[in-house]
């Protein structure tokens, strides 16, 4: 049986993901607070900033990946803050950490060790991982450190033929990017304006990068960059 384990897949870039993982062949489960709605997707539900919510569903996690021949495990689940370095909580920052470092860690600990040779360990990391913009401070020193942690992933990895790789996004048409910019068309269509083909990504195209991410062990601790071309200034 094939696997693919993705958090975050109620939602944009990692429900899109699988459903393209389902019409592979792959059973699929979402990790997430909300149901992805779709009868071959298995849902645990679980809030990954609580250590004990990620806890109820370990044992749920390892007996999937026990009977399974091939895993994908995607990280994908993140916590986007408005912030900057001089208002950023730490109370605040300690919770979005726990969802976009702590959880994919933990998950790692528990799932690594068990997973045949031939899988995979994907991080969706962000354009945002490699470069920074005001406002967003939580979430770019997260996104940096998410691909901080594919690169030791890769090498703690040696001789297991598991293979991982960061995939940074440029701007997705998702509910996270319409929910940061307030839904306000105009900054839409100037976001869509930043890259060389002038629109905003698929989430399914986000999806055909991360399941040939899985396909092609090539790639082992790549840093892909899936954004159309981002326009520099
Ligand atoms: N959209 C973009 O422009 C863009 C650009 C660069 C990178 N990315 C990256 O792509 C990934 C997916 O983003 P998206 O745009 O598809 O976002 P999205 O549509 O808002 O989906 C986010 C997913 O994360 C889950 N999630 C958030 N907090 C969670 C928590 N505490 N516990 C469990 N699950 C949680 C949500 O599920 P529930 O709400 O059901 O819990 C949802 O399924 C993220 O890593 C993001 O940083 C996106």
Redo the contacts with the bound molecule.
């Keep these: 049986m094939k696997l693919a384990i993705i958090?975050?897949?109620?939602?944009?870039?990692?429900?899109?993901t699988a459903l393209r993982f389902l019409e592979e062949g792959f059973d699929v489960i979402?990790?997430?607070?909300?149901?992805?709605h779709h009868e071959s997707i298995r849902d645990l539900s679980?809030?990954?900033?609580?250590a004990a919510?990620r806890q109820a569903i370990a044992a749920d996690l390892i007996a999937a990946v026990d009977s399974a021949d091939e895993v994908c495990l995607i990280?994908?689940?993140?916590?986007?803050a408005k912030d900057n370095v001089f208002a950023c909580d730490p109370a605040d920052l300690a919770?979005t950490l726990?969802?976009?470092i702590e959880?994919p860690n933990q998950i790692n600990q528990w799932l690594l060790p068990i997973m045949p040779a031939g899988s995979s360990v994907i991080y969706?990391?962000?354009?945002?991982?490699e470069k920074a913009v005001a406002g967003a401070f939580s979430?770019v020193t997260s996104?940096h450190a998410?691909i901080g942690m594919m690169r030791a992933t890769c090498q703690d990895l040696q001789g297991k033929g598991i293979h991982t790789c960061s995939v940074?996004?440029?701007?997705?048409?998702?509910?996270?990017?319409r929910?940061?910019v307030g839904n306000d068309t105009q900054v839409l269509q100037a976001i869509a304006a930043m890259n060389t083909f002038g629109r905003?990504?698929a989430?399914e195209e986000?999806a055909a990068t991360l399941t040939w991410a899985h396909h092609n062990p090539v790639i082992n601790g790549s840093v892909l960059h899936a954004n159309l071309g981002q326009i520099e200034s």
Excluded at 30 to 36: E, L, P, T, V, Y
Excluded at 124 to 129: A, D, K, P, Y
Excluded at 168 to 177: A, I, Q, S, V
């Design positions: 958090t975050g897949a109620s939602a944009g870039i990692g429900r899109a979402n990790i997430s607070r909300r149901s992805a679980c809030d990954l900033s609580s919510s990280h994908n689940a993140c916590r986007m919770i726990a969802v976009n959880a969706v990391s962000s354009t945002l991982g979430y996104k998410n940074c996004p440029g701007f997705t048409d998702t509910e996270m990017l929910t940061h905003m990504i989430p986000i």
